[in-house]
């Protein structure tokens, strides 16, 4: 082979030796694009000589053919054949910033279902004489770690450690992930160490070596990691829990699982799908005792349609209702955050109006639902109308309505807001309209819980501000008594409102002395008001 071949084959990709410009002294081949690497030493044998031209002569053939393909950047994450260092090099002199291109490249690639398009990018920059940047590295561990790559994300990470970047917790992160699925996940152990030196830590930093510990064995230290997480204040994953209770089924760690029940019930947690399955098997391989688990669903009643047990009812208890009434005045209307979005003379206007007019039935988020069928109706005083009318009429409500002070300026007689409607609704109910820049949430959580714990609000708000304002304590108290009291507008059916239902019963794990229900979730975690349709029933038989 001639020293121009050779120069030639190792530009395009296909020689990983190189000896400068002379003839190679050692050759080397690796196989087409279609085919996996392979390295042999020259022979002199002229059978291996001519298979050895023949298959060059269809390596060059295959580099031209490829490197003549010009292929754009926005379309290297769907490609399926690695390419040439000719083609990352074209594509680089016409990017826009070519200093960082190969970081931009490769987290693209991140997306590519092909690893050998993000290896071959490595190949150039390395083919190239430079080693990959903190940033190419960063992105390619990604890359190895979803594809399974472990030999090859035990090079990235030697390269990472010999020029010392190892204090970024979402590498440490990634490390653990991929080293919890090799035979080195001990390894893990120490990048926790450093994440904890950082005062970094997460839960994707413990949840991979709780699981690695209960595989293979570990049963002490995968439990003393899972509490020392919990102690930090941090949560595991359904993977982890699913784990734990696969490992722990002697009759000596049935406190430990039952424990972990009564976590889920504390603070509102649904299992997965994928974890109530353990947990359906973990009950029925007891030997002690026979348990029977089936997936099922609660009537709107409250009761299961399996065992026919009446669940948990919805209302907080008096002591109950009263903390969190006290905690919503003291956190959200008299906390600090509360003059960002009101102003002193205001607020106290409204304690005021409140102290007087604390018997409603409904408050209603006036805005919220004049805007609920959409910015293209234009008819929003219309739609407000419509659903006060419902409530007060039909349904003999007493109704407070909290707004904002623009609907009631620029009234037409046809127009979104119109004169006429407004008029209506003042004389079915009552309005309390804020200035223009002010947010009503607090004043609508405050003036429904004011009017006791039979009144209801209606807002499509999921209150996610207000509950991060609550203490701990008292968060999972206002989820439950936002389940019970808030109400949506779902449509409007021949002029009628349509509302959402008003839920009977608690969604959290509950027991009996013979029977557990788990609520499951069965999609993507749930906002606000949204809980599962599907439970497990766990029943013992007698």
Not at 268 to 294: C, N, Q, V
Not at 310 to 326: M, N, P, S, V, Y
Not at 349 to 362: P, V
Not at 437 to 444: C, I, N, Q, T
Request: a positive charge; hydrophobic letters at 35%; glycine letters at 6%.
């Amino acid at each position: 082979m001639s020293a121009a071949v050779a120069k030639s084959l190792f530009r395009h990709g296909y020689l990983c030796v190189r000896q400068g410009l002379g003839a190679a002294a050692q050759r080397y081949e690796l196989s087409s694009v279609r085919g996996s690497l392979s390295a042999h030493c020259y022979s002199s044998s002229s059978t291996n000589e001519d298979r050895r031209r023949k298959q060059t002569s269809q390596t060059l053939e295959e580099v031209n053919r490829n490197s003549s393909i010009s292929v754009s950047f926005t379309d290297i994450d769907t490609i399926d054949s690695p390419l040439t260092p000719h083609q990352w090099s074209t594509m680089k002199t016409t990017f826009r910033h070519p200093d960082s291109f190969e970081r931009k490249a490769m987290e693209r690639l991140h997306s590519n279902p092909n690893f050998s398009v993000p290896e071959s990018l490595v190949k150039y920059i390395e083919g190239d004489g430079r080693k990959p940047r903190y940033g190419v590295l960063f992105a390619y561990l990604r890359i190895c770690v979803k594809h399974g790559m472990y030999d090859e994300m035990f090079k990235v990470f030697a390269e990472l450690r010999r020029t010392g970047k190892m204090l970024d917790p979402d590498l440490l992160s990634i490390l653990i992930r991929g080293f919890c699925r090799t035979n080195r996940w001990k390894d893990s152990l120490e990048f926790l160490k450093v994440a904890k030196a950082l005062g970094q830590v997460y839960n994707n930093h413990y949840n991979p070596i709780i699981i690695a510990a209960l595989q293979h064995g570990e049963k002490q230290l995968g439990l003393s990691l899972y509490e020392e997480m919990v102690s930090a204040g941090l949560t595991p994953n359904d993977e982890c829990c699913g784990a734990a209770i696969r490992t722990l089924t002697l009759p000596e760690d049935e406190g430990w699982v039952y424990n972990l029940f009564e976590k889920m019930r504390r603070k509102a947690e649904f299992p997965s799908l994928s974890l109530a399955g353990h947990i359906k098997e973990w009950f029925e391989g007891k030997k002690t005792e026979k348990w029977t688990g089936t997936f099922t669903s609660i009537h709107a009643s409250g009761h299961c349609k399996t065992c026919g047990t009446r669940l948990e009812g919805i209302d907080l208890t008096d002591e109950e209702f009263q903390l969190l009434h006290a905690s919503v005045l003291r956190r959200v209307i008299h906390g600090k955050d509360i003059f960002r979005s009101t102003t002193p003379e205001e607020l106290r206007k409204f304690l005021n109006f409140m102290e007087d007019h604390h018997d409603y039935d409904i408050v209603l988020d006036g805005l919220n639902v004049a805007y609920s069928m959409g910015a293209k109706q234009k008819q929003y005083s219309r739609t407000l109308l419509k659903v006060v009318e419902h409530l007060v009429v039909q349904l003999r409500q007493r109704v407070l309505v909290l707004g904002r002070k623009h609907m009631k300026k620029n009234l037409s007689a046809n127009g979104a807001w119109r004169r006429s409607d407004i008029a209506a609704i003042e004389s079915l109910a009552d309005f309390f309209l804020t200035d223009d820049v002010s947010r009503d949430d607090p004043y609508l959580l405050y003036a429904t819980l004011s009017c006791g714990p039979q009144a209801c609000f209606i807002s499509r708000d999921f209150m996610r501000d207000h509950y991060a304002l609550l203490d701990q304590s008292v968060q999972q108290l206002f989820l439950k008594w936002l389940r019970g009291h808030q109400i949506k507008i779902l449509r409007l059916t021949h002029g009628a409102p349509i509302f959402s239902k008003v839920h009977t019963f608690d969604t959290v794990v509950q027991r009996t002395q013979n029977i557990w229900h788990f609520p499951c979730e069965d999609v993507v975690p749930r906002q606000g008001l949204e809980v599962p349709d599907k439970w497990l029933c766990i029943q013992r038989a007698n």
